[in-house]
């Protein structure tokens, strides 16, 4: 019995990818076929997601005819309640044997496995979601050990199934460590860490292919299922480069963008006072952040990177405007951190090479790194070198640890890499965006954003 599995991950909300890999999945569709997403499909960079609660993916994904998907960090990055919206409202399975909410009750609409049906081929298809440690409180989640729900799955099912496959978003260095150490997988859609493998791989006999990520390529297995034997006939991950667009996805990107705009457009109110950004100067709207981000995590200081954001906004705010300003899915994070290694970050912000700098990372949309904006602290600099930092009207002790207010993206060192140096971190499931939305409105915290914390002698 002939079985052929086409697989996407990663996507991450690249939809002018997908509009392409529709094309090429449609193509290579036959009366065999199951097609599968291994997670990071929804990324809420997007306003199509982030004005419909992420039901434009799920429309977008029924429309290719998507058998199953596991979730990623990033279907939950927009929190458990659009989650569960997605989950409730999709025709097809949101898998994860390993995702709870924080109380450990199960997710509406979340399932640990399901067991589809092709051409009288019984295929369990279960899936797993990444451990994100302590950033998962502040999401309101909870995950378990995914080697012990996978065997759990695995085993609960036995005789039900003739072949099982997993979703992984744990990445492929632990699929391979699965082909090892856990009987009965037999086939490993790979996903988390990017990776494109040119073809399958066969572990311990366990078939793993990995589409890389973005929508750049589409991954084929072609299986041959006999008596519990699968052979692999042929595997490829195919570019979807030079592929035609499919018009049904624009169609539905549009229809779902103009619910979107209308949604997000309407003014929340109108700013007091211009709230301007520059990428090395300091400025109002960063000086903001950090001042809300003080506020709201009660720190010694308020610390954020002018990077966060790509703009100022001039006249009023809505959930549109923020997230064009603030794209970026990070999370307002306490840490405690010595103050020689917040002086050293300090120091390299004045290198404006620094603040141009790729700003890359994990969660971060934006393009440069940016200058670090303090609150609670006054930096006293000749333009390239820091002569005296003050927190709270006394000098920064080397050794002393101070507790910082600041994203998640910062506390990892991304960016300034002194700053990972850090304990006890702490994260809010909100967004630095809504830091934004909540002060922005407040004459207290708009006369002070205004005031220079970087002062040169």
């Given at each position: 019995?002939?079985?052929k599995?086409?697989?996407?991950?990663?996507?991450?909300?690249?939809?002018?990818?997908?509009?392409?890999?529709?094309?090429?999945?449609?193509?290579?569709?036959?009366?065999?076929?199951?097609?599968?997403?291994?997670?990071?499909?929804?990324?809420?960079?997007s306003?199509?997601?982030?004005?419909?609660?992420?039901?434009?993916?799920?429309?977008l994904?029924?429309?290719?005819?998507?058998?199953?998907?596991?979730?990623?960090n990033?279907?939950?990055?927009?929190?458990?309640?659009?989650?569960e919206?997605?989950?409730?409202?999709?025709?097809?399975?949101?898998?994860?044997n390993?995702?709870?909410k924080?109380?450990?009750t199960?997710?509406?609409?979340v399932?640990?496995?399901?067991?589809?049906?092709?051409?009288?081929?019984?295929?369990?298809i279960?899936?797993?979601?990444p451990?994100?440690?302590?950033?998962?409180?502040?999401?309101?989640?909870?995950?378990?050990?995914?080697?012990?729900?996978?065997s759990?799955?695995?085993?609960s099912?036995?005789?039900?199934?003739?072949?099982?496959?997993?979703?992984s978003?744990?990445?492929?260095?632990?699929?391979?460590?699965?082909?090892?150490?856990?009987?009965?997988?037999?086939?490993?859609?790979?996903a988390?860490d990017?990776?494109?493998?040119?073809?399958?791989?066969?572990?311990n006999?366990t078939?793993m292919?990995?589409?890389?990520?973005?929508?750049?390529?589409?991954g084929?297995?072609?299986?041959?299922?006999t008596?519990?034997?699968i052979?692999?006939?042929?595997?490829?991950?195919?570019?979807?480069?030079?592929?035609?667009?499919?018009?049904?996805?624009?169609s539905?990107l549009?229809?779902?963008?103009e619910?979107?705009?209308?949604?997000?457009?309407?003014?929340?109110?109108?700013?007091?006072?211009?709230?301007?950004?520059?990428v090395?100067?300091?400025?109002?709207?960063?000086?903001?952040?950090?001042d809300?981000?003080?506020?709201m995590?009660?720190?010694?200081?308020?610390?954020?990177?002018?990077?966060?954001?790509?703009?100022g906004?001039?006249?009023?705010?809505?959930?549109?405007?923020l997230?064009?300003?603030?794209?970026?899915?990070?999370?307002?994070t306490?840490?405690e951190?010595?103050g020689?290694?917040i002086?050293?970050?300090?120091?390299?912000s004045?290198?404006?090479?620094?603040?141009?700098?790729?700003?890359?990372?994990?969660g971060?949309?934006?393009?440069?790194?940016?200058r670090?904006?303090?609150?609670?602290?006054?930096?006293?600099h000749?333009?390239?070198?820091?002569?005296?930092?003050?927190?709270g009207e006394k000098?920064?002790?080397?050794?002393?640890?101070y507790t910082?207010?600041?994203?998640?993206?910062?506390?990892?060192?991304?960016?300034?890499?002194?700053?990972?140096?850090n304990?006890n971190?702490?994260?809010?499931?909100?967004e630095?965006r809504?830091?934004?939305r909540?002060?922005?409105?407040?004459?207290?915290?708009?006369?002070q954003?205004?005031?220079?914390r970087?002062?040169?002698?």
């Open positions: 019995m002939k079985l599995i086409i697989h996407t991950n990663d996507l991450h909300s690249n939809f002018e990818n997908f509009s392409k890999a529709a094309s090429l999945i449609k193509e290579n569709k036959d009366e065999n076929t199951i097609l599968l997403d291994a997670g990071d499909f929804a990324d809420f960079k306003i199509e997601l982030q004005g419909t609660k992420g039901i434009a993916a799920i429309e994904l029924e429309s290719v005819g998507y058998d199953a998907l596991t979730i990623g990033n279907e939950m990055f927009n929190g458990v309640d659009t989650l919206h997605m989950a409730s409202n999709s025709s097809f399975p949101f898998i994860s390993n995702l709870l924080k109380d450990k199960n997710i509406n609409g399932v640990a496995s399901t067991i589809i049906e092709k051409n009288g081929l019984r295929i369990l279960t899936g797993s979601s451990d994100m440690g302590d950033f998962c409180e502040g999401l309101g989640i909870h995950i378990t050990s995914y080697k012990e729900a996978i759990s799955e695995i085993n099912n036995q005789g039900n199934y003739d072949i099982c496959i997993l979703l978003h744990i990445g492929t260095v632990a699929d391979e460590e699965l082909s090892i150490e856990i009987d009965g997988l037999d086939i490993i859609i790979s988390h990017h990776k494109l493998y040119p073809e399958a791989k066969v572990v006999g078939i292919n990995s589409a890389g990520n973005y929508g750049e390529h589409i084929i297995l072609e299986l041959e299922v008596d519990g034997k052979d692999l006939l042929h595997s490829t991950t195919l570019s979807t480069k030079d592929s035609e667009i499919d018009n049904e996805i624009l539905i549009r229809t779902n963008k619910k979107a705009v209308e949604v997000l457009s309407r003014p929340l109110y109108n700013l007091q006072q211009p709230l301007w950004h520059d090395i100067e300091e400025n109002p709207i960063t000086n903001l952040i950090a809300g981000l003080m506020d995590l009660n720190c010694d200081i308020g610390l954020i990177n002018s990077g966060i954001v790509n703009s906004a001039f006249t009023y705010l809505s959930n549109k405007k997230i064009e300003i603030c794209p970026s899915p990070l999370n307002p306490s840490f951190i010595q020689k290694h002086k050293t970050a300090l120091e390299q004045l290198d404006p090479q620094i603040c141009l700098a790729d700003g890359r990372g994990s971060f949309r934006g393009k440069f790194i940016g670090l904006h303090v609150s609670g602290v006054i930096i006293i000749d333009g390239s070198r820091v002569i005296e930092i003050v927190i000098p920064l002790e080397d050794e002393k640890w910082v207010a600041s994203s998640d993206y910062l506390q990892r060192g991304s960016g300034y890499q002194s700053l990972a140096n304990r971190e702490r994260y809010l499931a909100e630095i809504d830091v934004i909540l002060y922005a409105n407040d004459p207290v915290f708009i006369e954003a205004l005031s220079n970087w002062r040169r002698e």
